[in-house]
Each structure stands twice: as structure tokens, then as C-alpha cells.
């Protein structure tokens, strides 16, 4: 049981490169979600999805997409990738029925875009 | 718009003080607060949480304090120790809703 595992654990990109951020979770836990976090910022809800084929926005959703075609993965795009999109991202997961107490979080994606 | 301010932003404390970290809200529909604890390299962990029917709760040296009225929640660490040294993040949310508001983080330094 692995938990929540994200990769990779660092990247720079530069200006205008795409990526994929990788999310897995061996917990077959349905709700999951993305989070950014920034200096003075906490943390802000990108996209979430509450089981596979179903995502949604956050707060901060613009420049980013996500897809959910298993209940396992919930991988993050970067389309065109911006200075302002430097930060460190993290996964969460949690089964439903227990509200945010269940929340899982990955150990984090660091990137930099230069 | 910040939907939860915390403070302070950063603390230094001695070791077996009592630090105490301060989070205020507006949107008197969030219904449960949680505490994160985030280590260097990792991600927030679950610390504890309380629902707004309660004005204490108490998990081992961590206590979180609520005022319904003020809309204010604060976390207090009894006899800390140089291994509490952490991030510290409040949170709300409605309900069980997906979404949870993070506060801007306390980054506490526990000198030995």
C-alpha cells in the first residue's frame, strides 16, 4: 500500500512546454484532487474529481487540465506552461462518505519554469 | 480573497512553550476546520479538526481552541518539542465538500 505517489518529484520547464503531472493512489479511494502551493499562500485547490469520468475546477484551474479514466490515476496537464505556474503541487485522495477528515496528500511535485 | 487568514506567518519558540497559531474566517457556512502539519519535502498530513458545536478538542499535546462568535480557531501545541518544528496550515470546508480552504501557513521553529 503505497498511498498517494506522484512523479516526478521535480521539473523544470521552460516557457511554453508542456507536461504531464503524474497522480496514483492504490487506496481505491474515488475522491481526489490538486492542489498548488505557494510562499504566503497555503494551498489552492486546482481541480478535483469525485470518482472516474467526473472532474470539476478549484480556485485556480485556469492553464491546467485533468482527466480521470481510473479510479486509480488523475494525472495534471500543463499545456503551455508559464513562469506563474512555478510552485509545488500535490495529489490528495480520500474515499467518500468521510469528509475532508480522510484527506491523503502526495509528498509533492516541485516546478519551476524559466 | 483569502477565505481563511492565519497568523503569525512564522514562530520561534523554546522547547516546552506553548506556541499558538491564530486562524480567522468570514463564510459562516464552513462547518469543519482541520489542522495540516507539513514536513520539509512532504506533503500536509491530517493533525486534527473540530466541528463548530465544540469550543475545545484535545489530541495528545494538540489542542484547538474555537470561537463560534468571533469566527476565530487557534491550535496550540502544550510541551512542544524540537520535532513539532513544521509548516502548520488551518483549513475549512462546507459539509463533506471536496473543497477545502487553506490558510496562508505558520512555519514553527521549535529551539531546542
Known amino acids: 500500500n503505497a498511498g498517494v505517489t506522484q512523479t516526478p518529484k521535480f521539473q523544470v520547464l521552460k516557457t511554453g512546454q508542456s507536461m504531464t503531472l503524474q497522480c496514483a493512489q492504490d487506496?481505491?479511494?474515488?475522491?481526489m484532487s490538486w492542489y498548488r502551493q505557494d510562499p504566503g499562500m497555503g494551498l489552492r485547490l486546482i481541480h478535483y474529481?469525485?470518482?472516474?469520468?467526473?472532474?470539476d475546477q478549484g480556485e485556480v484551474p485556469n492553464g491546467y487540465n485533468v482527466s480521470r479514466s481510473t479510479t486509480e490515476d488523475f494525472p495534471l496537464r500543463l499545456l503551455s506552461a508559464a513562469p506563474s505556474q512555478t510552485s509545488v503541487y500535490f495529489c490528495?485522495?480520500?474515499?467518500?462518505?468521510?469528509?475532508?477528515?480522510?484527506?491523503?496528500f502526495g509528498s509533492g511535485t516541485r516546478l519551476t519554469v524559466v | 480573497q483569502q477565505q481563511v487568514k492565519q497568523s503569525p506567518q512564522s514562530l520561534i519558540v523554546q522547547k516546552g512553550g506553548i506556541p499558538i497559531i491564530n486562524c480567522a474566517y468570514e463564510?459562516?457556512?464552513?462547518?469543519?476546520f482541520p489542522w495540516y502539519q507539513q514536513f520539509p519535502g512532504k506533503g500536509p498530513a491530517l493533525l486534527i479538526a473540530?466541528?463548530?458545536?465544540?469550543s475545545e478538542k484535545k489530541e495528545g499535546r494538540f489542542t484547538i481552541s474555537f470561537n463560534k462568535s468571533a469566527k476565530q480557531f487557534s491550535l496550540h501545541i502544550m510541551d512542544s518539542q524540537p520535532g513539532d518544528s513544521a509548516t502548520y496550515f488551518c483549513?475549512?470546508?462546507?459539509?463533506?465538500?471536496?473543497?477545502?480552504?487553506f490558510g496562508q501557513g505558520t512555519r514553527l521553529t521549535i529551539n531546542p
Open positions: 490528495a485522495s480520500r474515499p467518500p462518505g468521510q469528509g475532508v477528515n480522510g484527506y491523503t
Open positions: 487506496m481505491n479511494h474515488e475522491y
Open positions: 474529481s469525485v470518482g472516474a469520468g467526473i472532474t
Open positions: 463564510n459562516t457556512a464552513f462547518d469543519y
Open positions: 473540530i466541528r463548530p458545536d465544540v
Open positions: 483549513a475549512a470546508s462546507i459539509g463533506g465538500a471536496q473543497k477545502l480552504v
